[in-house]
């Protein structure tokens, strides 16, 4: 059989890869490998998904830099390949792990499958470095799975071959779907657990992280969001373990009423919360993908997106972090039912819940030659 080994460092990589992690174990040998580039952010999507690592590279560090998070990174992989001798690495979008797992499967010439190819905002700047760490994989990547056409098309304007190339669908639909079917109905625990927040009230959730937006767009960000708190609503705001991003909010928000500024979610509680809120304030990837399956509307807080088709759907709208278009944007939705309908029932452009069937399908049919 074959052996397939996984590369992953953080939660949005472990709630993609999780479905494809369950698939391939029906076709060969999988192995997990976590960089533990995230930690308590990364592990509890693991307990919920029932994946044990087989490799924990334990690299997070106090006040880690992208300089700490890829060398240590790419030094601790070399052991772990030596010793795993896998056919297939596998990889997932654009994080600093994903780049890192890729240029080590090159090092060691081994093939590398990259998971939601192909997406690009064309800014190298924005995202980052997610912009750069995703392009640099592709091209270390030898089979590459676009979530969309166009993020195909992207990747054969960049001369990849189209035979490496397949258009699939995105995971994260798949893990969404599952996620849901393991929570079931029982909701007292949620909603014990959400006890401070009013669910007579329509819900915004809001995430917010970006590297890009540190500084004055940040500021911006949360003085719409003041604003919004106004209208009769509730804003749940899970706000991010980094202390760049909690030394803006908490001082902006900490004491805004309608706004519920929370520890990071796990990732049940998360979905849960996402199934039941009106609208969707973010700029994670991740969230623009899940939302449209679940018919919420969502302003993405970016200049640029690397996730373009859901703004030509309709499911999403770009709203920048401009305080007046936030606000403005959020109003519209929240008082002109026919606009947010038609956000509502746009059909989700990223997948029907089979991309990882689909990957498995690939890999299965594979023509394995020497390297």
């Not at 600093?96 to 890729?102: E, S």
Request: a positive charge; proline letters at 4%; one cysteine or more.
């Amino acid at each position: 059989m074959r052996r397939f080994l996984f590369i992953f460092g953080t939660r949005p990589e472990a709630i993609k890869l999780a479905p494809l992690i369950l698939q391939l174990r029906e076709i060969g040998n999988v192995s997990v490998c976590v960089t533990g580039q995230h930690r308590e952010m990364l592990d509890q999507v693991l307990r919920f998904f029932s994946i044990t690592p087989d490799y924990d590279l334990k690299i997070m560090t106090q006040g880690q830099t992208l300089f700490t998070v890829t060398t240590r990174a790419l030094g601790s992989l070399e052991g772990v390949i030596r010793k795993d001798r896998p056919d297939l690495i596998l990889v997932q979008g654009d994080t600093t792990t994903a780049f890192a797992g890729a240029l080590a499967g090159f090092y060691s010439r081994v093939r590398v499958a990259h998971v939601e190819a192909g997406l690009r905002s064309f800014n190298k700047a924005s995202p980052f470095p997610e912009e750069m760490n995703r392009i640099l994989a592709g091209h270390l990547a030898d089979l590459h799975f676009a979530p969309t056409k166009a993020a195909r098309l992207n990747l054969l304007k960049e001369n990849i071959p189209a035979e490496q190339v397949h258009v699939v669908g995105n995971t994260v639909i798949d893990a969404l779907l599952m996620g849901l079917g393991i929570i079931g109905d029982d909701e007292r625990g949620f909603h014990e657990y959400f006890r401070a927040v009013d669910f007579s009230k329509r819900i915004i959730l809001v995430t917010g992280h970006r590297r890009e937006s540190f500084g004055r767009p940040f500021d911006s960000i949360c003085r719409a969001l003041r604003e919004i708190a106004k209208e009769d609503v509730q804003i749940v705001y899970p706000v991010h373990l980094n202390p760049v991003v909690r030394s803006h909010v908490f001082p902006l928000l900490g004491d805004t009423r309608n706004i519920h500024l929370i520890e990071p979610l796990e990732y049940s509680h998360l979905i849960w919360l996402l199934k039941k809120c009106h609208l969707v304030l973010t700029d994670s990837g991740g969230i623009q993908e899940e939302a449209p399956s679940l018919g919420k509307p969502v302003l993405v807080m970016r200049d640029v997106t690397e996730r373009i088709e859901g703004i030509r759907a309709g499911t999403a709208l770009l709203v920048g972090t401009d305080r007046k278009k936030i606000v403005s944007s959020a109003k519209t939705l929240l008082h002109d039912g026919v606009v947010y309908s038609r956000m509502a029932r746009k059909k989700n452009p990223y997948g029907d819940g089979k991309a990882a069937a689909r990957i498995r399908d690939i890999i299965r049919r594979m023509k394995w030659k020497s390297r």
